[in-house]
Every structure is written in structure tokens, then in C-alpha cells.
């Protein structure tokens, strides 16, 4: 069903926007990240037990390639969590009025989060923007789109559709 197929490639989000997103979102992650460790450390400290800032202390010392490899996965496991559970949308899509949706209009399914999101982890992703989609996009079959103009033109062609299809009661 490629109905709306036109409509959605009408309506994607600007590389700028997308852009936009990215950073966004890696601001919050890494903001997550530091609000975990002063919490952390602050009921060590209040327990005096000194078990969790052993715990960060260890992590501190990973070297570069462990520590890309475990931020990676944590921030697949955010992207992936945020989009399934808002139906494509993480906090950036939020505040940048954007949202996933598949290539046909529809919302994606549990496997095409996963694809998408799991496809972020290959190397030099980010820079596949530089051509018509992403690879995260198109390996997924997903797009990222402006929601309020995608609502409106998708209701306009339905009620084009409709028109002629009613029952006069």
C-alpha cells in the first residue's frame, strides 16, 4: 500500500531539522548520563558506603573503544525505547514537530524501530545524510517527517477520496 507515498516524501523533514534532532537529543543523553551520576554519587555519599562511586570510578577507566561500544548501545537503546513507545518520536521529534512513520504513512512496527534504530550503530551513519536519506532510513523503510503539514496534505487526499463515496441519508 504506497498511497501516501508522495505525501511522505513531500513532507520530510529538512536535513537541518534532522540535524537538529540529532544534537537534541545527544544533549539530553548525555545530560541523562550526568544527572545519573550525581544522583549516584550523592547517595553514596549519603550511605557512606562508597560501592557506587567505586562503580564509576571503574567505568571512568575504560579505554576509548569500550566506551564508544557502551555509550552506542545505551543510545540505541534510548532511540529505539523512545520511538517504539511514542510511536516515532523521541524528545528532539517532540520539540522539532517531527515524527517516523513508514514509507507508505503508516506507523512503524516493532521490527522496523529496531532496524532503524540498531542501524545507527553503524560507523559513519551521520554522514549518510549527506545523500537523499539516511541509511538508518532507508534500511528501514522509514522517514522522518514534518508532522503538521503531512496532517494536513494526508487529510486534504482523503477527503478528495471520499468525495462521491458518502451515503446521503
Known amino acids: ?4 507515498l508522495r505525501i ?11 540535524l537538529a534532532n540529532f544534537i537534541i537529543d545527544r544533549v539530553i543523553f548525555n545530560l541523562s548520563f550526568m544527572i ?12 557512606g558506603s562508597y560501592y557506587i562511586s567505586a562503580f564509576f570510578l ?11 561500544v557502551i555509550t552506542s ?4 537503546v534510548y532511540t529505539f525505547l523512545m520511538e517504539y513507545f511514542t510511536k516515532g518520536r523521541t524528545i528532539a521529534k517532540y520539540i522539532t514537530g517531527t515524527k ?4 507508505d504513512g503508516q506507523t512503524p512496527t516493532l521490527n522496523e524501530f529496531f532496524i532503524r534504530n540498531i542501524s545507527r550503530l553503524v560507523p559513519f551513519d551521520a554522514l549518510s545524510f549527506l545523500g537523499e ?13 514534518s508532522i503538521k503539514n503531512y496532517e494536513s496534505e494526508r487529510q486534504a487526499k482523503s477527503e478528495i477520496e471520499d468525495i462521491g463515496t458518502k451515503e446521503i441519508a
Open 36 to 47: 545519573i551520576g550525581f544522583i549516584g554519587v550523592f547517595i553514596d555519599k549519603l550511605l
Open 8 to 18: 511522505v516524501d513531500r513532507n520530510r523533514a529538512t536535513k537541518w531539522t534532522r
Open 133 to 145: 536519506n539516511g541509511w538508518h532510513d532507508s534500511w528501514s523503510d522509514t522517514r522522518v517527517i
Open 1 to 4: 500500500m504506497r498511497k501516501y
Open 100 to 103: 517516523v512513520i513508514t514509507t
Open 58 to 68: 571503574k567505568l571512568s577507566e575504560v579505554n576509548r573503544l569500550v566506551d564508544i
Open 73 to 76: 548501545l545505551l543510545f540505541f
